[in-house]
Nanobody, 119 residues
């Protein structure tokens, strides 16, 4: 059974940090680019950041550049989203997703994890 299991998240004060994890099981982790999205109440889901299968390239939404960092650990089959200098506007449910390189659709999604930033 293929699973993307997320962990981390929670409540933090503005200016604080959190790290989200996303572990893939049942498939070869290195075959997939990993993406992070978020969805705030009443808003559409938006792209946050991504990392290629090799880890050689990362991309970020303008709203998080310089504050968030995506990484991956192939030994742990896990992708990470390090979030620093958090703002109340970062409050959302965060999702990770795995996508084979060159494909348009996502193969697997995590279950989502809540991040709440208080002012």
């Amino acid at each position: 059974q293929v699973q993307l299991v997320q962990s981390g998240g929670g409540l933090v004060q503005a200016g604080g940090s959190l790290r989200l994890s996303c572990a893939l099981s049942g498939r070869t982790f290195s075959m997939y680019d990993m993406h992070w999205f978020r969805q705030a109440p009443g808003k559409d889901r938006e792209f946050v950041g991504s990392i290629t299968w090799s880890g050689g390239r990362t991309d970020y939404a303008d709203s998080v550049k310089g504050r968030f960092r995506v990484s991956r650990d192939h030994a742990q089959n896990t992708a990470y989203l390090q979030m620093n200098n958090l703002e109340p506007e970062d409050t959302a449910i965060y999702y990770c997703a795995a996508r084979a390189p060159g494909m348009d659709s996502y193969n697997y999604w995590g279950q989502g994890t809540q991040v709440t930033v208080s002012s």
